[in-house]
């Protein structure tokens, strides 16, 4: 009997500290909240420290929830200032009707709609091409911390150090047919060196796409077609006959 008045007892107790919790977590959000609109209410005034702590409260919620969004750090940057600039700019237009967050929010996601409709294609990012090797690198870096799969990427950064090779390996692989066809096998030549740089275009292709999807390693699916072209030449100059 007393053990069970105990154990009620306990429940009891347990379910007070919960409520008390929850209750403590609740006050913490309201606060929050109506410490963000004193804030909204100091920029309607112009107050420029005010916006500076609205600032810095909403700058790693934002870029969080628009990196999702845009999935490039670079126009995040650019959405997110767009997206407080309208909130210094039209801090009246708050009604209330809503949570100040929620209106930001909003803000932002019809920024983030508006910015990637002016790129041609905003999925797939075609800027990866032009970037340089510690660009990319760096890229590859903040993605990664954003938790976004970067393997594409990974493929892409290899490639920047295998491509170079390839005009080293295509002239070892054109010694064995000059020597083989001579002055008289010209356009033999061009053929071929057609037909090879198709083939070496088209494995790059097929060992990029596999790479991508996670089939084989990055270093790999870069590497892929100079080991394979590679091997070929080292065959040819090996049995030539001269």
Do not use: C
């Amino acid at each position: 009997m007393i053990s069970a008045i105990i154990s009620s007892r306990h429940g009891i107790a347990v379910a007070v500290t919960s409520e008390r919790n929850v209750s403590k977590r609740s006050a913490g959000v309201g606060q929050a909240a109506r410490e963000e609109l004193r804030l909204l209410e100091s920029i309607r005034a112009g107050d420029r420290q005010a916006f500076e702590q609205l600032y810095r409260l909403y700058h790693p919620r934002l870029t969080r929830f628009l990196m999702n969004l845009v999935r490039r750090p670079q126009l995040v940057e650019e959405v997110l200032n767009d997206t407080l600039m309208v909130v210094w700019e039209r801090a009246d237009s708050f009604n209330g009707a809503s949570k100040l967050s929620t209106w930001i929010f909003g803000i932002g996601y019809r920024k983030a709609m508006k910015a990637l409709r002016r790129q041609q294609d905003p999925l797939d990012d075609p800027e990866a091409d032009r970037m340089t090797y510690g660009e990319l690198k760096r890229y590859i870096g903040v993605l990664q911390a954003s938790g976004y799969h970067v393997v594409p990427y990974m493929v892409q950064l290899q490639r920047k150090v295998a491509f170079p090779f390839v005009t080293l390996i295509m002239t070892l692989l054109a010694v064995p047919f000059a020597v083989t066809t001579g002055r008289s096998g010209a356009i033999y030549g061009v053929g071929a060196g057609i037909v090879l740089a198709l083939v070496y275009w088209t494995m790059l292709s097929i060992f990029g796409a596999i790479g991508a999807g996670g089939w084989i390693s990055p270093v790999l699916a870069a590497w892929a077609p100079n080991i394979f072209f590679g091997a070929a030449a080292a065959y040819l100059l090996l049995t030539v006959r001269t």
